[in-house]
C-alpha cells in the first residue's frame, strides 16, 4: 500500500518544509501544556471533592484507575492512526476527544459524569506520541535533536501541571465551591485546540499499512479487564476469590494472551511484540512500568494527605486547596530539572547510569516519606527528590523507546511507552485503592495512616525493583535500530 501522493509517501512543498521552527516548537509545547494542565488541576480539589460529591478518599483513586486504564485503550490506536494518516490530522481528532472530556468534567456534578469526562480527558496519553512523530520527522530532525526536544516536551508537561495546579487552587480558594474550577482543562486545551490547529505541519513521509483493529481490541478488552479485577478486588462483592473477581482477572488475561497471538501472525500489527525480544526493549519497559507505578499510585494519595486536618483524622497537614499547590511545587519543579537535566546526564553517566539513578532517587523519596511527613516542609522535600529521579525517567524511557524504532514508526515506539507507563499508573492506582480501601473504616471517608506508610512503602520497594532492571540495560548499537 503507498501514500497517494507516490511511493515514497513524500508531499511536494509540504507544510513540514514552510512552518517557521519557532511556530512548530511553541505550538508543541502548548499541546503539552494543557496536558499538564489536565493532569494537575484536580490535586487541589480532591480533599474538597469528598464532601461536594458525597466519595471516599478511595473511591477517588478510581479517577486515577479510570483516566489511566483509557490511556492504555486511546494511546495505541491513536499512535498508530497517526503514523499511517498524519501525525498533525490525528492529534486534531485527539484534542476534539480531550476538549469533549474536559468540557464533561466541567459540567459534573456527580462523581459519574466525573469519571466518563475523565475517561475522554484519558485520550492526552496520545498528545505525546503524535508530537514526537512531527518533531522527529520534520527535516534536520535526528535522535540528538530528539532527545532534547523531548526533554523541553517533558518540561513543558511540569510547567502544565503547576500553571493547572495553581490555577485551579486559587479559583477554589476564591469562590465558595471547588467545582467552579473544574472548568481550568477546557480552558487550557480550547486554546490550545486552536493555536495549534494553523501551525503544527503534516508529517511528509508515511508508511503504507493498515489499523490492527483485531488487535487493537483485544488489547483494550484485556487491560480493561485486569484493571477492572484489580481495582475492585478486595472491596465488598468483589473478594479476591470471588467469581467475579476472578472471572474478569482471568478473562483479561486469555484477552491479552489472544493479543498476543494476533500481533504475531498480523503482518501490520498495532504492537509489534516481537520488538519485546529485544533486551534493551524489555528493561526499558520494566522499568517504565515500576516509575510510572509509584508516581500515579501516589498521585492522588499524597494530595489528599496534604489537605487532611490532623484534628479530624489523627495525620494530615491541614493545608488549603491554594497550600496544596505551594506544598507540591517544589516536587513539580523537580521533575522538571530532571527532565531537562537527562540528555547532559545520560552523556555523561550513560542511559543505564541515568535509569538507575532515577530509580534510586524515587525509592528514596518514598522511603523517606513514611519517617518525614508530619512535617510540610520535610515532606515536600523528600518528594522533590522523588520527583527528581521522575524527571530523568520520563525522558530516558521516553527517549530510550523512541530510538528504538525507525522514524516511520515513531509514534508507535513513544506510544508503547506511554502505554507501559498507562499500564504502570494503572496498576499501582489499583493497589492503593485496595491499600487504602482496605484502611477505610464502614462510614468513614478518609482511610487510617496506615493506608498512606503502606503506600510510600509499597512503592519504594517498586522503584528499588526497577533499579534492578536498569542494571540489565545495555546500549543499542546504532546498524541494530
Not at 498507562?422 to 482496605?438: D, E, I, P, Q, T
Amino acid at each position: 500500500m503507498t501514500h497517494p501522493s507516490g511511493p515514497t509517501g513524500h508531499r511536494a512543498g509540504s507544510a513540514v518544509r514552510t512552518t517557521p521552527a519557532g511556530a512548530v516548537l511553541a505550538s508543541v509545547l502548548l499541546v503539552e501544556l494543557s496536558s499538564g494542565v489536565i493532569q494537575g488541576f484536580l490535586s487541589p480539589l480532591l480533599k474538597s471533592l469528598t464532601d461536594v460529591l458525597r466519595v471516599t478518599a478511595a473511591d477517588l483513586n478510581w479517577i486515577s484507575v479510570a483516566n489511566l486504564v483509557a490511556s492504555a485503550v486511546f494511546t495505541p490506536v491513536l499512535s498508530r492512526l497517526g503514523d499511517l494518516h498524519g501525525h498533525r490530522r490525528i492529534l486534531r481528532v485527539n484534542l476534539a476527544l480531550v476538549l469533549t472530556g474536559s468540557v464533561l468534567v466541567g459540567v459534573s456534578r456527580d462523581f459519574t459524569t466525573l469519571l466518563a469526562g475523565q475517561i475522554l480527558q484519558g485520550a492526552i496519553a496520545g498528545f505525546f506520541p503524535l508530537l514526537v512523530g512531527i518533531l522527529r520527522n520534520r527535516p534536520g530532525g535526528g535522535d540528538a535533536e530528539s532527545r532534547r526536544g523531548i526533554g523541553v516536551m517533558v518540561a513543558a508537561l511540569v510547567a502544565g501541571l503547576t500553571l493547572g495546579l495553581f490555577a485551579s487552587g486559587a479559583v477554589a480558594t476564591g469562590v465558595d465551591s471547588p467545582t467552579a474550577a473544574l472548568w481550568v482543562p477546557a480552558a487550557a486545551v480550547a486554546l490550545a485546540f486552536a493555536v495549534s490547529w494553523p501551525l503544527l505541519p503534516e508529517t511528509a513521509s508515511r508508511p503504507g499499512g493498515r489499523v490492527d483493529w483485531a488487535g487493537g481490541l483485544l488489547l483494550c478488552l484485556g487491560l480493561v479487564a485486569v484493571m477492572l479485577g484489580l481495582g475492585l478486588g478486595g472491596t465488598p462483592g468483589w473478594e479476591w476469590t470471588s467469581a467475579p473477581t476472578l472471572g474478569v482477572l482471568l478473562g483479561g488475561a486469555a484477552a491479552l494472551a489472544a493479543w498476543v497471538r494476533v500481533e504475531l501472525r498480523t503482518p501490520d500489527p498495532m504492537i509489534d511484540v516481537r520488538m519485546f525480544a529485544r533486551r534493551g526493549v524489555i528493561v526499558v519497559s520494566l522499568v517504565t512500568v515500576a516509575f510510572s507505578f509509584a508516581m500515579f499510585g501516589l498521585q492522588i494519595a499524597n494530595p489528599v494527605f496534604y489537605g487532611t486536618v490532623r484534628a479530624e483524622s489523627g495525620y494530615g497537614l491541614g493545608l488549603d486547596p491554594l497550600g496544596i499547590v505551594l506544598a507540591m511545587l517544589p516536587y513539580l519543579l523537580a521533575i522538571a530539572a530532571g527532565a531537562l537535566a537527562g540528555p547532559p546526564v545520560a552523556a555523561r553517566i550513560t542511559d543505564r547510569g541515568t535509569l538507575v539513578t532515577g530509580c534510586v532517587l524515587m525509592a528514596a523519596g518514598y522511603a523517606l516519606s513514611a519517617v518525614t511527613h508530619t512535617s510540610a516542609a520535610a515532606f515536600a522535600a523528600v518528594n522533590a527528590v522523588a520527583g527528581l529521579g521522575i524527571g530523568l525517567l520520563q525522558h530516558s524511557t521516553r527517549t530510550l523507546a523512541v530510538e528504538a524504532v525507525p522514524r516511520d514508526r515513531t509514534s508507535v515506539g513513544s506510544g508503547i511507552n506511554e502505554l507501559l507507563i498507562s499500564v504502570g499508573g494503572s496498576l499501582g492506582a489499583a493497589v492503593v485503592l485496595g491499600v487504602s480501601a482496605a484502611h477505610t473504616r464502614p462510614g468513614a471517608t478518609l482511610p487510617d495512616l496506615g493506608a498512606y506508610t503502606t503506600a510510600w512503602i509499597l512503592c519504594s520497594v517498586v522503584c528499588a525493583a526497577g533499579a534492578l532492571f536498569a542494571l540489565l540495560h545495555r546500549p543499542v548499537p546504532e546498524e541494530s535500530r
